[in-house]
């Protein structure tokens, strides 16, 4: 009997990839991809790497499959955004080893900037597209995108959602059945994408999708599974779980293959039941597709365009329920940065100073929010320093020197040296502030480039960050440790000041970050405490006021930064030993 364990989607996805024989893989860290990536490299006979962003991986993962290797490239649904250079231009080329591309979306917004449906994505690029919807079938799906991918020539994207990322269930264990490699072979015709060689492939790309979208109709990716023909659901992915939840008995087409679509399937299924029902998150794809098939059907009209679905919107919905979930009784707990975390030190400066930023994506977005309400704008990984470009293009020096450009050190080797490449080309003056934390805090503390460790935990000669700026001829660069107030005070009025380009490096890492040690606690005076309440400006959730009006440090939660004491003007805040 094949031995059992329960895994998450993203693990389950992780070891179909080894079991496929999967020999390269590259992936960004990204919310909810990033343990498909952390689960494969403990398989030994697996390259797997953290790329400075998703472009990279999955060049990478190109030229693995071009050397006649099965390869793999990760990333959640806007780092699709950030590969679709290469991924668009490699489906016209086709594959030597099979590559798959895993792209997790986020319905319902838990930790991404939008609500993006990939499936838009494959059909623009003209890439097949496959969803499991649970841990089991995520693990066979890797396995059968890799039989896809080769008897196709084809790059095909695995879609998964945050729900099948992060939920368990059951995974038969296989073992590992590695085909031999495919021989490279010099064919410019298939993999230089001159205009000429492109026309050719273009073709190639037509065929293969008519052929592919005939072969849907009896893939076993795409099923029917017969119930009540009065009602009947068209769905995939995770959505299949909360109709068979909701309606047991109704008739099922559940599609694996999601694009392209199987019209005869579709046409046999409809013409069997009395109502049809398209059941899907995000866009109305299936049911645009479906209506364009002149089958009547019914969707959006039913549900909603916005956030995640659940078995209790289908109840809604179709059985008129009303559900009334009411959760534990527990206080509003809004976002909010860590005690000890250096961009809270950061943040209060400017505050202080009048300055706003232009803010990206990472744990300091939550500058945005009181009690800090720094950063004005979050637009994509590496925007903030090209907005602060844009800013003074649009209104001059005078307007943008009451903004700085804030970018973690992950973002800033993802995608901000080609920004600041940019404001140093074309000689803006601004001040940018790189808030080195030494890690890639947001989703769960992965290394890069400038930390010095690899995926697997090799050491490494890091990136100087310091040095890259230098290169790139800013004269003005700086390090300074912004807990230290008074000197990161003086630091940023210097280089704000300027009337030039400049380099703010704040340096200091993440209060969670392994190893970090915390020797001390603050502790608070009340004979010394007068109240006036300067220690909570910075809105550390460890410091807190009593019932008195005196300040109170919770010590289970206090990192001991000490940013609260140097805020003390009457010596009532102390750190001593822990």
Known sequence: MAEKELMLGNEAIARGLWEAGVKVSAAYPGTPSTEISEALVKYDDVYAEWSPNEKVACEVAIGASIAGVRSFACMKHVGLNVAADPIYTFAYAGVNGGMVLTVADDPGLYSSQNEQDTRLIGRAAHIPVIEPSDSGEAKEFAKLAYEISEKYDTPVILRTTTRLAHSQGMVELGERVVPEDKPYSRDIKKYCMMPASAIGRHHAVVLREERLSEDANTLELNRIEKGDTKLGFIISGIAYQYVKEVFPEASVLKLGLVYPLPEKLIREFAESVDR???????????????????????????????????????????????????????????????????????????????????????????????????????????????????????????????????????????????????????????????????????????????????????????????????????????????????????????????????????????????????????????????????????????????????????????????????????????????
């Open 276 to 578: 049809l029902i398209v059941f899907e998150e995000l866009e109305p794809f299936f049911e645009t597709e479906i209506r364009a098939m002149g089958i009547k059907c019914e969707g959006k009209e039913l549900f909603t365009l916005e956030g995640e679905y659940s078995a209790n919107l289908l109840k809604q919905a179709l059985k008129g329920e009303e559900i009334n979930f009411k959760g534990a009784e527990v206080p509003n707990r809004p976002p909010i940065l860590c005690p000890g975390c250096p961009h809270r030190a950061t943040y209060h400066v400017l505050k202080k100073l009048g300055i706003n930023a232009c803010g990206d994506i990472g744990c300091y977005t939550l500058g945005a929010v009181p009690p800090l309400s720094v950063v004005d704008t979050t637009i994509c990984m590496g925007a903030s320093i090209s907005t602060l470009h844009g800013f003074e293009k649009a209104k001059g020096h005078d307007f943008a020197k009451d903004f700085v450009a804030v970018i973690g050190d992950s973002t800033f080797m993802h995608t901000g040296i080609n920004s600041l490449v940019n404001m140093s080309y074309n000689q803006v003056h601004g001040t940018v502030i790189i808030l080195d934390n030494s890690t890639t805090g947001m989703t769960g503390h992965q290394d890069h480039a400038a930390t010095g460790k690899t995926l697997d935990g090799r050491e490494v000669p890091a990136i100087s960050i310091y040095k890259l700026c230098k290169a790139m001829n800013i004269e003005n660069v700086v390090e300074v440790n912004p807990f230290d107030i008074e000197e990161f005070e003086r630091v940023v009025k210097e280089e704000t000041g300027r009337d030039a380009l400049s380099v703010i490096i704040a340096c200091a890492p993440c209060a969670l970050l392994k190893g970090q040690k915390f020797p001390n606690k603050a502790k608070c005076d009340a004979d010394k405490c007068k109240k006036c309440g300067a220690c909570l400006k910075p809105g550390c959730p460890a410091v807190t006021k009593t019932e008195e009006g005196y300040i109170k440090i919770d010590e289970t939660m206090c990192n001991g930064c000490g940013l609260c004491t140097k805020l003390c003007k009457f010596d009532a805040l102390n750190l001593y030993e822990a």
